[in-house]
């Protein structure tokens, strides 16, 4: 007790701003202990407080230090905007919060906000104060209660006026913007539900000021807000209905969020002042603040929160592709093993390209740049034709496979999605196969051409016994640079899915259809032909140019930073593997055969395959996953399924059944 009171002694209403706030941080410092107990708290919130009915000079100073406080911050500003934004946008809002999270805070200022988010930072926090019982509460509130002098309320219920008004107009004006009002659907714009809101909060004001809490005017008018409040949170859903018609943009989604959260401020405010147990409701207030600053000094909770919608609808867009990866019968089955095979003699012209331009000795940054636009130019011109790349399905194909996650809840439902795991895995082998099986006779093809034409293989016996040292499976880098190729395959898929979404927030097949100048050089029906092309191909135009440049330029990149890592990609890998064994033939003959280092790098081929196609489809569909939520039951249930199905029935994830 003797601590508390000489702590006590240094309370001095006249200190400077900065030393009254360093004592506040102090002594809510105090309360928390040693953060054992909520109740531990709540008992030396108690001493305090009698202390303060057993001391009447500490009581007068105490009054007199919290009226200075309260004078000079402004809480209805803490009450209406804190947790919330100081941006419009999120990327100068990610900059906003890195700073907070980087620079010191000084406890001399006048910001309610800031002082709010240095005294009361600790993760305990919430919990002792939603602790304290409601005799403890009753008592704090006769201490800390304020009369206006102007008015017959309480200073608290002043600032949760303001900061009704406050956070109304914050409302009223993002959703007038105009960036919100033209996505808005024509009956919702045309009810003009934030017009209103200024003046029913004003008139809710009014009325509370002259007649109290109780009156039936102003319980009237605090039933007309809360419409008007449901009024708004619903034009605000219309505009969420547009973004999944017609595109997402990022900061607009952060605006949205921004004012969802605002829509519910005002609820907690408008409840607190009409609560018929202030006390409580003040807790509650408090709590909700607590919990808007922790996720307000999040950066994971900034990206989460504004990119979820962005990943459903990117999932989405992908799924739609992904369907066209996946055979459920013998003819789509032989369909994926012709478009695999033209994937793989593609790719066997890219692996002499590749070896060329390896043989001009260009810089380090030209040769990765020119490989990337090598493989990018295959990588298009085997999506033109038609045909398969098997890497490129798993990213597409995963969102597809997520999607049946939408209604999971049954064993119809959950046995419909083990169909889809074993058509996709039956799919996959089918693309490997019909793309190594084809990349390797071509290979080994162009390779006896150019030795029957200039006596020199694709590769000189060098090269290739340097290709067989980067591709021996107990090499330690082989399966982690496959493991690596997996992330950049889903990286394209990203690249690919907000091509598409950027496409059609722009509206670019609708401006490539009607625009004045494009049909003036195109014509109406060519127009209309490259509209059609364009919304077809630009996801797959996107995906395959960032997986070219990625495959060719990041490994370079990465040895600039002193990074040793490289990419190895199953279907280039066989046919990078072929060309050394044809070189190595042509010098030695078939003896090489009877080299372990040979068979050990063949066996990497299926596990470079393996690592590419799991990690890439690992991660799209924990991104596609994000759109759906599944309990740890549902996936207690969905593993149980798969496993039943791999011992009952092994050959359907292998081989259609019709």
Known sequence: MTDLNTFLQALDPAAPLAERHVWLMQFTDWLRGDRSSAQSTSDRLLTFIEMLDAQPELAARFRHWWRVLDEQVDTSILLADFGFAARSAFFSELADRIGNRLLPKTPETTDAAQLFDQVLSDPSDASWIEHIDARTLRRLAHWLSISSEQTTLTRWQEELLQALQYCG?????????AELRKRMDAQTRQAEPF?????????LCRLYAAQG???????AAAADLKIRLEACRSATQSVYLHLEDNGISIDLVFVMRQMRLRLLRMRELLDCLMSEKPEKATVYLIIRLLERGKERRSITSLFSSTTSLLAAKMAERSAETGEHYITRNTQEYKTMLKQAAGGGAVTALTTWAKFALGSLGLVAFWGGFAAGLMYAASFVLIQLMHWTLATKQPA???PAMAAKLRDIKNDDAVEAFTD????????QVAAVVGNVGLVAPVVILISAALYLQSGLAMISAQEAREVLGKLHLLHPSTLLFAAFTGVLLFLSSLVAGWAENWFVLNRLDSAIRYNPRIQGNLGSARALRWA???RRNISGFAGNI?????????PVLAAFFGIGLDVRHVTLSMGQLSAALAALAFEQGLSIFREASIWWCLLAIP???????SVSFFLAFQLASRAHVLTHGDRKHLRQSLWRRLRQQPASFFLPRT
């Open 169 to 177: 107009s914050q409302i009223r004006a993002a959703g007038l913007s």
């Open 195 to 203: 017009h209103g809101l200024a003046t029913d909060v004003e008139a």
């Open 213 to 219: 809490q109780t009156s039936e005017a102003v319980l």
């Open 396 to 398: 597409a194909t995963a």
């Open 420 to 427: 889809e795991v074993s058509h996709l895995i039956r799919s």
């Open 532 to 534: 059609g092309f364009m």
């Open 546 to 554: 960032s997986l070219g440049l990625m495959l060719g330029i990041v």
């Open 607 to 613: 596990m470079i395959g393996l690592a590419n196609l």
